[in-house]
């Protein structure tokens, strides 16, 4: 579709994506900072703020992921709806999977933590993390895509 055309759809359109996923990554990575202090202090045996840090870690890391799907989502419509582009044909694309299969990953564990298995708390953590790292590899080959 030409952006540009006339009766086109407004150009700004094709930047929702990006900025909607600046904003979730960015809210993830929030949502780590605040699970690394969890697990801080967890190691040092302190109970002071655990309770509220928790609810903030886990408001944070579920609005993050559920802002992650939507995101997703909006991805390979504006590359189909906005760009004329054919969907998952590039790297960023597919890190992009990568990253989301693992933000999901992570969120799994995260509730089966929330629900008392304290077994899989480094597995949480290595996903969680695991994602982030790919989600860096999508946002840098995203670059290319702009309009």
């Known amino acids: ?22 904003v979730a990554l960015g809210l993830a990575w929030l949502a780590l900072r605040s699970g690394l202090e969890l697990r801080r202090l967890r190691r040092l045996a302190r109970a002071d703020g655990l309770v509220a840090l928790r609810h903030r870690h886990l408001r944070r890391a579920k609005l993050a992921v559920a802002l992650l799907v939507v995101g997703f989502a909006l991805g390979p419509a504006s590359a189909f709806w906005l760009r004329d582009m054919a969907p998952f044909r590039t790297l960023h694309a597919w890190l992009g999977v990568a990253a989301l299969a693992l933000f999901v990953a992570a969120a799994i564990q995260g509730h089966r933590l929330e629900q008392g298995e304290r077994g899989v708390a480094a597995l949480h953590a290595r996903l969680a993390l695991a994602a982030l790292l790919v989600s860096a590899l999508a946002f840098a080959t995203g670059f290319v895509l702009l309009p």
Do not use: F, K, N, S
């Not at 150009?11 to 996923?21: E, I, S």
């Open 1 to 22: 579709m030409d952006l540009a055309g006339e009766g086109a759809l407004p150009g700004w359109l094709a930047y929702v994506h990006p900025a909607w996923m600046i």
